[in-house]
């Protein structure tokens, strides 16, 4: 099955800074990457995603990109401002057929210091 | 419109015992996903319901079980409870899962389970 791996586990950058978090999957299959923000005691928030067919996808200070050679894609995270802290995941998923499920990253705690 | 609703938000039971979780998906969605979140885990995917029908199951033993009625609202159950089982229980709705009319899963709060 798939395995998703996500790194850095915690990031810690200053205010206006930018952040970087890197994930890898394993299944060559996979064709669906979203990306998750999940505050404490919150649900986890759907923030931008990417299919396989685009290699960079942008929303305001955030960015995706997908390298599907290497199998891994990055969140990138501009001009960071506090409320930007909390928990990111990220996930891979297969979306042909009529079933999917989402493999998701252990989460990378990012916190923006003023 | 309405986001998931997951009820109860809370619950606190005793091994051994069974728990029923419940979740109202968005208006017009069809798939009802059911995730566990641990801190030693992470997300780790359950199973996912379309139209009633179970159509993937992740790792988890058969004391999991779901299923989901006519108006898309789905349930999840956990019988004889252990200590591990104590998670946030996540649910998700979608509207399509293929093609680029899929516009990704939204998430509903969640029920805390606590085993004791």
């Given at each position: 099955g798939e395995n998703v791996e996500q790194h850095?586990?915690?990031l810690?950058?200053?205010?206006?800074?930018?952040?970087?978090i890197k994930c890898t999957y394993s299944d060559s299959a996979s064709n669906y990457f979203?990306?998750?923000?999940?505050?404490?005691?919150?649900?986890?928030?759907l923030i931008i995603d990417i299919r396989s067919?685009?290699?960079?996808?942008?929303?305001?200070?955030i960015a995706v990109t997908l390298n599907k050679t290497a199998k891994h894609f990055s969140l990138h995270i501009t001009e960071t401002q506090p409320e930007d802290s909390a928990v990111y995941f990220c996930a891979a998923s297969n979306m042909a057929g009529t079933a999917s499920k989402l493999t998701f990253g252990t989460g990378?705690?990012?916190?923006?210091t003023l | 419109k309405a986001g998931v609703t997951q009820t109860?938000?809370?619950?606190?039971?005793?091994?051994?015992?069974?728990?029923?979780?419940?979740?109202?998906?968005i208006s017009g969605h069809r798939s009802v996903s059911w995730y566990q979140q641990t801190p030693g885990q992470g997300l780790q995917f359950l199973f996912e319901y379309f139209s009633e029908t179970q159509r993937n199951?992740?790792?988890f033993p058969g004391r999991f079980s779901g299923r989901q009625f006519s108006n898309s609202r789905s349930e999840m159950n956990v019988s004889t409870l252990e200590l591990g089982d104590s998670a946030?229980?996540?649910?998700?709705?979608?509207?399509h899962l293929t093609g680029e009319g899929f516009r990704g899963y939204t998430f509903g709060s969640g029920t805390r389970l606590t085993v004791v």
């Open positions: 850095p586990s915690t810690s950058v200053q205010e206006g800074d930018s952040a970087v979203p990306w998750y923000k999940q505050e404490l005691g919150k649900r986890p928030q067919n685009v290699g960079e996808k942008k929303d305001q200070r990378t705690r990012l916190q923006v | 109860p938000r809370y619950l606190i039971k005793t091994r051994g015992q069974q728990v029923t979780l419940s979740c109202s998906p199951k992740g790792n946030l229980y996540l649910c998700a709705s979608s509207s």
